[in-house]
């Protein structure tokens, strides 16, 4: 078993402005979740655009990441596919490229099956003895597990030690799977940090999210460990503003790029169609709002 508990950067793929992959980028991006401190990173997730890659430009960004982080930080590769001999298949990959870990979300059902979903589950499972993290997201995947789905799916998969928590209201829900789960059931933070005081405060182990400013979280779980609520809710605080500008729904990842490309890690902002760029307007609210919080030029 991996020790994976910590802040995780969700890495953004780079491109180019013409659309094209942009490799270099993915080491500067990993040169600052170390600077950070951050425990991990994690590619091929949903902010990384995984669905707008073609199946070559997954393996080649796989093999960047894992060799640009190797003796530095873990690597938690995506690995859902929309079938499950796809799953299977980015499972056996990832596991022959280096990676640490798995992060597995259940594919798209068009009508609700708890069997199917964890038929899935199992198949991938047992391609790979890596550590698998399950992502909890059916604002992406469509599908709703609850916690006693989770817990019961979990205690079953020998591999399954991690839960990526993306179901709102996340809070309850970090209490309601601790709760059966027990500590053998780490989780994760997400939604780009909305929560994460509340979510540490009730048991989460740490986070796996993209918000632009890593070093942020980092600091928030340091204090919380530390037993310093107080200063941490502080610490939070200071950033949330611009934690909750980010989270906007549908422009998320375009926003989250400018400022990575603002702070020098990003050549470019570029969100591959049909993902919206964000407009003037929004360039200038955000710029205003990195000013006056993170005080970059």
């Not at 199917?116 to 599908?143: K, M, R």
Request: hydrophobic share 45%; net charge negative.
């Amino acid at each position: 078993m991996a020790n994976l508990k910590g802040v995780h950067f969700m890495l953004p793929t780079p491109f180019h402005d013409d659309g094209a992959l942009d490799l270099d980028s993915f080491d500067a991006l990993i040169d600052c979740a170390a600077q950070t401190h951050c425990v991990g990173v994690v590619c091929l997730g949903v902010m990384g655009e995984a669905a707008r890659l073609t199946d070559a430009e997954r393996a080649l960004v796989t093999e960047r990441v894992v060799r640009e982080a190797e003796g530095r930080l873990t690597v938690t590769v995506g690995a859902t596919g929309a079938a499950t001999d796809a799953g299977v298949q980015r499972a056996r990959e990832a596991t022959d490229l280096g990676a640490d870990a798995l992060m597995v979300s259940p594919p798209p059902i068009p009508k609700q099956n708890l069997d199917a979903v964890s038929a899935y589950f199992h198949a991938v499972a047992d391609a790979s003895p890596l550590d698998l993290v399950v992502q909890d997201y059916p604002a992406q995947s469509g599908v709703f597990m609850s916690a006693a789905f989770i817990a019961r799916l979990t205690e079953e998969l020998p591999t399954a030690h991690w839960l990526k928590l993306e179901d709102p209201p996340t809070p309850p829900k970090v209490t309601a799977v601790r709760t059966l789960a027990g500590d053998r059931l780490g989780v994760f933070g997400g939604l780009g940090g909305v929560f994460l005081l509340e979510e540490l405060a009730r048991g989460a182990c740490g986070a796996m999210t993209g918000f632009a400013y890593p070093e942020a979280l980092v600091e928030t779980q340091r204090l919380m460990d530390a037993g310093d609520a107080d200063t941490a809710a502080d610490h939070f605080f200071r950033w949330l503003p611009l934690i909750r500008y980010e989270a906007q729904e549908g422009i998320t990842l375009s926003i989250r790029k400018e400022i990575l490309q603002r702070r020098g890690i990003l050549s470019s902002a570029k969100v591959r169609h049909p993902g919206a760029a964000i407009d003037a307007a929004t360039r200038a609210e955000m710029h205003a709002l990195v000013d006056r919080i993170a005080g970059e030029a």
